[in-house]
């Protein structure tokens, strides 16, 4: 498992996030995270988002959808990709508190921005 998550890390972290002091514009590709456009990613999230949502659907409709799946089907999958974007924005925010409590080496101060990719991920 860890040499697996190594691995998808190391693929994930081709292209890093970029942040920018606002005050002096020093920026820095930083932390673990690529942007959440890496397609990668959304795939891993997707399936972490689809774990609860299938249990929810299963406690909802114990008996199975059905003939309802062909219409259920793509409603989980946009869900999935919902949840699966807020996993993004959530770990994405924590990525930049934990980066904002940084000093900037050139000026010193902690106004940092959102971190952003440059291109187009993946
Ligand atoms: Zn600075």
Do not use: Q
């Amino acid at each position: 498992m860890g040499r697996w998550l190594n691995a998808i890390i190391r693929i994930a972290t081709v292209e890093k996030m970029i942040y920018t002091c606002k005050a002096c514009g020093f920026s820095e590709g930083r932390g673990i995270l690529p942007g959440s456009t890496c397609g990668l990613l959304i795939c891993i999230h997707m399936g972490i988002a689809s774990v609860p949502l299938l249990k929810i659907v299963k406690h909802i409709f114990p008996d199975g959808l059905g003939w309802w799946w062909l219409l259920g089907g793509p409603l989980l999958f946009v869900a999935s990709l919902i949840v699966s974007y807020l996993i993004g924005l959530f770990v994405e925010l924590m990525e930049w508190l934990l980066f904002c409590r940084k000093k900037c080496p050139i000026c010193g101060k902690r106004k940092w921005s959102w971190g952003y990719v440059s291109g187009f991920g993946l």
